[in-house]
């Protein structure tokens, strides 16, 4: 089957591209495994390299660069965004309170996607808003399950304990009541990606008033059937 594009530097840029997914190459294997000739591979994988796209490693062989783990982290929180949207406006339909979706970036996270309760009292976290690490249920899902140097380091500071993140891992959410904001409450869960790993947390969150000092009795099942769906979704479309 005829792949060409029709747009000749990039189908030989492709082709060194195909080639060092296999591992790391010398420039003669890469001649030798696209057909190239040896001034246009070392040129195709020089340029590449200038956009990060390849790399060197330790023997100065070609290897996979690293914007291409950035495109894919990008196009996989695209996709994470697409399939939550309408799974966190069910949730807020189910509980009555707002939904949220948490990603970690570093030592804050951040709401990257929102369902907020059409009205009454509500706890509004707009999408953009950055949190602390160190209190709220999201929180808590999203430094339960880190190596453990992370986990840690993270506890230092945390509101919470090592005891209460290890109930999140035992029982899968967190529960937290004023622990970020005085009158709050909130349940989250763990989305999981490849490998089983925790990429975002999903929350509902309101007045205690509402939630009462046990929310997690009242919304717990909810949030972590929302979370497995999010997360068998991303595995399907993985």
Not at 26 to 53: C, D, I, K, N
Request: charged share 20%.
């Amino acid at each position: 089957m005829d792949n060409s594009s029709g747009v000749g530097v990039l189908d030989k840029a492709v082709l060194v591209l195909n080639a060092l997914e296999a591992g790391p190459a010398s420039l003669a294997q890469l001649v030798s495994t696209t057909g190239l000739a040896r001034p246009t591979a070392h040129r195709l994988a020089v340029a590449l390299e200038h956009h990060r796209f390849v790399h060197r490693d330790t023997q100065g062989r070609f290897i996979l660069g690293p914007r291409l783990s950035e495109l894919a982290t990008a196009a996989g929180e695209d996709r994470l965004l697409a399939i939550a949207q309408p799974i966190l406006a069910q949730l807020r339909d189910l509980t009555g309170e707002s939904a949220q979706l948490y990603r970690r970036q570093g030592d804050i996270r951040v709401c990257v996607a929102a369902a907020e309760r059409m009205s009454g009292l509500r706890d509004t976290v707009p999408v953009g808003t950055a949190l602390p690490m160190t209190a709220g249920s999201a929180a808590q899902v999203l430094l339960a399950w880190e190596e453990a140097d992370r986990l840690h380091r993270g506890l230092r500071t945390a509101k919470f304990t090592a005891a209460t993140l290890a109930s999140v891992r035992r029982r899968g959410w967190a529960q937290s009541i004023a622990e970020r904001e005085s009158g709050v409450a909130s349940v989250s869960a763990p989305i999981r990606g490849a490998g089983a790993r925790v990429i975002a947390a999903i929350s509902v969150s309101g007045p205690i008033e509402r939630l009462t000092r046990s929310p997690g009795r009242l919304h717990a099942q909810p949030v972590a059937a929302a979370a497995e769906r999010i997360s068998e979704a991303m595995r399907r479309t993985g």
